[in-house]
């Protein structure tokens, strides 16, 4: 089956510091996510994409944070100033279709320290 | 906004038992769909088992089975014949359903742990 991949799979920063997160989603679909997954808590919306631009993003989505599909496989998280808070799994998923399945990458842990 | 609600924080059952795992929604929404994604230790999300909220028919992925109750919002998942390899934490989520162009995101419960015991 093909898979949504995620790099790195671990990434540590220091506070105050940008990191971009990427992220290769299946060659054929149309919708792009990111979401968030604070250690034992559930998984959070940040935010979809789809035709170049952003369709919907969650109040965590702040002013910090920026998406971008710079060329046709590639889709990346970049958080301009990192936090302790923003210490999370970030994970990256795709779908076809509206409706279909999301399709998640296996995951970058990111530690702020 | 949805809402989705995982009552049991954690389960456990033993091997070759059936489990069921609950889930209720809140919206206002008639057309959506439901999931149940599995995350084993490795924290991969993998979906179990997918529901178009306009089906009466409820779905069934081999071992896996849902029972949707549209009007009651509630959605469980049926798990027969429990194998080790299901020890993982278990989401619901909910997902409107929109015509024609960008999609809605997921809005998830917080999870139902569940342990099975050899």
């Known amino acids: 089956e093909p898979e949504v991949t995620q790099t790195p799979s671990h990434q540590v920063t220091q506070m105050g510091q940008e990191v971009i997160l990427r992220c290769v989603p299946i060659?054929?679909?149309?919708?792009f996510y990111w979401y968030r997954q604070i250690l034992g808590q559930k998984v959070e919306f940040l935010v979809s994409?789809?035709?170049?631009?952003?369709?919907?993003k969650s109040e965590i989505f702040d002013d910090q944070f920026s998406v971008e599909r710079p060329d046709g496989s590639n889709f990346t998280l970049k958080i301009r100033s990192t936090k302790l808070e923003d210490s999370a799994m970030y994970f990256c998923?795709?779908?076809?279709?509206?409706?279909?399945?999301?399709?998640f990458g296996s995951g970058t842990q990111l530690s702020v320290l | 906004a949805q809402t989705v609600t995982q009552s049991q924080p954690e389960m456990s059952v033993q091997e070759a038992e059936t489990v069921t795992l609950s889930c209720t929604y809140d919206?206002?929404?008639?057309?959506?769909?439901l999931f149940w994604y599995k995350q084993p230790p490795s924290r991969q999300m993998i979906l179990v088992i997918r529901?178009?909220?306009?089906?009466?028919q409820n779905a069934t992925e081999n071992r896996f089975s849902v029972n949707f109750q549209k009007a009651a919002k509630s959605f469980s998942l049926k798990i027969s014949d429990s194998q080790l390899g299901d020890t993982a934490m278990y989401f619901c989520?909910?997902?409107?359903?929109?015509?024609?162009?960008?999609?809605?995101?997921?809005?998830f419960g917080k999870g139902t742990l569940l342990t099975v015991n050899p």
């Open positions: 998923a795709s779908n076809p279709q509206a409706g279909e399945k999301l399709f």
């Open positions: 060659s054929n679909h149309l919708y």
């Open positions: 994409f789809y035709n170049n631009e952003i369709s919907e």
């Open positions: 919206t206002s929404e008639s057309n959506y769909y």
């Open positions: 529901q178009e909220a306009y089906k009466q």
């Open positions: 989520a909910f997902m409107k359903r929109r015509s024609g162009g960008s999609n809605y995101k997921l809005t």
